[in-house]
């Protein structure tokens, strides 16, 4: 019995000793990657006050103007047309209502704009399948996704919202700006792969990821994917509300700048660091972000967390983060713990212009403005944001759970677009039509109105 005894203090020794000093070690010095700062500040922003990577494209800029005629899935005058037309174009939308998807729906061919704000009141909304960017030099703005999970539709371990996949060429400069996705079986948005750079999530709404759904791994309400190896990749702005995990999850080999968002009601995981294919360490700062526990939010969440599975390297970059009440629990490994840091040029992922709030102004300025049609949100949209502000939001498995998706009726309506709609009247960079889109874009976001521009000789 002695011998077990001192045989077991013996074991315990020498299991554990290593395993402390292990923890407690200091953090080596490793130094940031040099490409993950950028300066753009000289650089025409795809509209105006666009911040973040990829903000400087030009996206369909002086292209054809292409109208969405049809809410069919394809054919003419569809969306699904529009976007797999080759060249330099903005796709326009004389009708709204509910696209109903067979399989999801894919732009593959580079610069284009997508300008949701154009469609008439209650706006374009995507269902039954997702959205796919495999190509450069692209703006989306202002489109709903209602993916769900219904009997017909893409497999559900890819029947995501958003995504944005690196396709022949690569992904980059690619921005998603007020969009709305929900119900989604795999993720709400992601990106993924080699070759995915300089990207920006803003002001999107990724909400109600379906938790005990059809997924074949089971349980999996996710919010947003960073995918590995992905390099500059912001995401500013967003309310993940109603999400198990992944709002955001940062995989390897990801360089990313995550500000200003709001985390509502996160029932595992909200910001958090993994690496579970070996894919190189990940660098990320996070500002100004705002975690706010619903009634699936167990008491330990922290706001930002590094996996065990993270590679050593891995550094996160906290600034002026706001946990409301929750503890920050570090991650075991000291090397690659959350750091806090005092001077934001001391992140090591940063880009700038931008405009980087107190978190205490965030749940303000996420809640006027996420989403596809703030100043005009549709029903789930509306019941989503209200959940979060009283904080009876919840976890949901499908989305009957929360009255599934109200039939919305088809509304056509011509456009009346400007005149030289290529020129630039002001000669401010923007041309005619952007000019107009702009303004479509201030009115369904709830924006003042702006003083009159100066004109230049």
């Known amino acids: 019995m002695r011998f077990l005894r001192r045989f077991s203090m013996l074991l315990a020794v020498v299991v554990l000793l290593p395993l402390l000093l292990w923890c407690l070690a200091p953090p080596h010095l490793v130094l940031p990657p040099e490409d993950a700062v950028r300066n753009l500040e000289t650089a025409l922003p795809v509209f105006p006050c666009a911040e973040g990577f990829g903000v400087d494209t030009p996206a369909g800029r002086g292209g054809a103007i292409i109208a969405v005629t049809s809410l069919s899935d394809a054919g003419p005058g569809t969306l699904r047309e529009a976007l797999q037309t080759p060249g330099g174009r903005v796709v326009v939308f004389e009708c709204a209502g509910q696209i109903h998807l067979a399989s999801n729906i894919e732009i593959s061919q580079p610069f284009v704009t997508v300008a949701g704000q154009t469609a008439p009141a209650p706006g374009i909304t995507l269902r039954d399948a997702g959205l796919n960017i495999v190509t450069h030099d692209v ?57 995915v750079h300089d990207v920006t999530f803003r002001n999107c709404l990724a909400g109600e990821g379906l938790s005990h759904s059809i997924h074949p791994k089971g349980e999996h309400s996710k919010g947003l994917l960073m995918g590995d190896f992905g390099q500059r990749i912001a995401v500013i702005g967003c309310l993940f509300a109603d999400n198990v995990m992944r709002n955001p999850f940062v995989k390897g080999g990801v360089t ?49 967390w590094v996996q065990g599975d993270a590679h050593p390297d891995a550094r996160l970059a906290l600034y002026g983060n706001d946990s409301r009440g929750y503890r920050l629990w570090h991650a075991w490994r000291r090397s690659n713990a959350p750091a806090n840091i005092t001077n934001w040029m001391d992140a090591p992922v940063r880009v700038s212009p931008l405009t980087l709030r107190d978190s205490g102004d965030t749940v303000d300025w996420v809640t006027a403005q996420a989403g596809s049609r703030p100043a005009m949100r549709d029903p789930v949209d509306a019941r989503i944001v209200e959940g979060m502000r009283t904080g009876s939001g919840r976890i949901i498995d499908h989305p009957e759970d929360v009255g599934g998706l109200p039939d919305i009726l088809p509304v056509y309506q011509a456009l009346s677009l400007p005149s030289e709609p ?31 521009k100066k004109q230049k000789p």
């Open 256 to 304: 990313a700048l995550i500000a200003n968002n709001v985390i509502y009601n996160p029932g595992d995981s909200a910001i958090h660091l993994g690496d579970a294919e070996h894919s190189g360490p990940s660098w990320v700062s996070a500002a100004g972000n705002v975690l706010l526990p619903g009634p699936d939010t167990p008491w330990y969440i922290a706001l930002a």
């Open 139 to 195: 703006l989306v703005q202002h489109i709903a996704v209602r993916v769900g999970d219904q009997s017909e539709g893409p497999p559900p371990d890819a029947r995501d919202g958003i995504s944005v996949y690196p396709g022949n060429e690569g992904a980059y400069r690619v921005v998603v700006d007020h969009c709305s996705v929900s119900w989604a079986v795999d993720e709400d948005m992601s990106h993924w792969g080699k070759g």
């Open 422 to 452: 290529e020129e630039d009247a002001d000669h401010d960079g923007y041309t005619n039509l952007e000019e107009w889109l702009h303004e479509r874009a201030r009115i369904v976001e709830g924006r003042p109105e702006a003083a009159p």
